[in-house]
């Protein structure tokens, strides 16, 4: 699957919000997003979503264009995973993941031994099987987030679109998940991720697509574009990056005043 974005513009009303904005995303790829609150990431998965079509410039993916598909076709190429939260009803584990499954039947009737399979493979996949039981919203922030991957792969689109997937995860599943997302790209799945932490996009990202002022600032691969005047742009903070046997990370330049 590949992702096209050319010439995108969009306003809320008369506000701009996205501005020229393009990139390419090929299969394969992790994609991270990266600019300050309000820049437009979120506008821009809605763009990609079908959720907002009042814009100018194209969206394609495999060279269709999104506005001419169909809900339930665009549902076949890709799939949304937002932040983890509660929902509004309780649902077991099997029956999030299952919802995954839902373009492929008709409004009116439930998920047959097909989609069951489809759904415990997915579940199998991300090692969450035992949790399959369970009430979806007393299980951990980071088993929740797997639950919402392994429903973008029962929907068996093999483009996912990831909002900010670790912003409510403790670090070592923060790194979990983002281990789990940087393997399933190696599976041939292609991967847009919002954050805003830009040493997760050195570590797991390919490349990069950083906003700023609604605009692109920088696109391309991540180890070459992260650089500190990019995030001195994007965030106003000064940096150096330092080389390490894992890889570079990110240091501010923290100014501490003397004691007096």
């Given amino acids: ?46 763009c990609i ?51 995954g499954t839902t ?18 493979e997915a579940m199998a996949r991300l090692g969450i099987e035992t949790l399959a039981d369970k009430d979806f919203s007393r299980i951990s922030g980071g088993e929740q987030q797997l639950v919402y991957i392994a429903r973008a792969l029962a ?12 912003s409510s995860l403790d670090y070592g599943n923060q790194l979990s998940v983002l281990s789990t997302v940087r393997e399933l790209t190696r599976e041939g799945y292609t991967v847009l991720l919002s954050t805003h932490n830009p040493q997760h996009a050195l570590w797991y990202a390919d490349e990069i697509l950083a906003l700023h002022n609604g605009g692109v600032a920088a696109n391309g691969a991540a180890k070459e574009q992260l650089t500190p005047e990019l995030l001195r742009t994007l965030y106003g903070t000064d940096i150096r990056l330092l080389d390490t046997d894992s890889g570079p990370v990110i240091l501010p330049e923290i100014h501490q005043e003397e004691p007096k």
């Fill in 1 to 46: 699957m590949s992702l096209s974005v050319s010439h995108l513009t969009f306003a809320y009303d008369k506000t701009p919000v996205l501005n020229d904005v393009s990139f390419t995303l090929g299969e394969g790829t992790l994609l991270a997003i990266l600019g300050p609150n309000g820049v437009g990431k979120t506008t821009l998965f809605r």
């Fill in 49 to 99: 979503l079908g959720e907002q079509k009042r814009y100018s410039g194209t969206i394609e993916i495999d060279g269709a264009e999104t506005k001419a598909l169909s809900a339930r076709a665009l549902a076949h190429r890709i799939a949304y995973i937002p932040q983890t939260h509660a929902p509004a009803f309780r649902f077991s584990v099997r029956d999030m993941v299952l919802m």
């Fill in 103 to 120: 373009h492929r039947i008709s409004p009116l009737s439930a998920p047959k031994a097909k989609e069951q399979a489809i759904a415990e």
């Fill in 155 to 166: 929907q068996q689109a093999k483009t996912l679109l990831m909002d900010e997937p670790t």
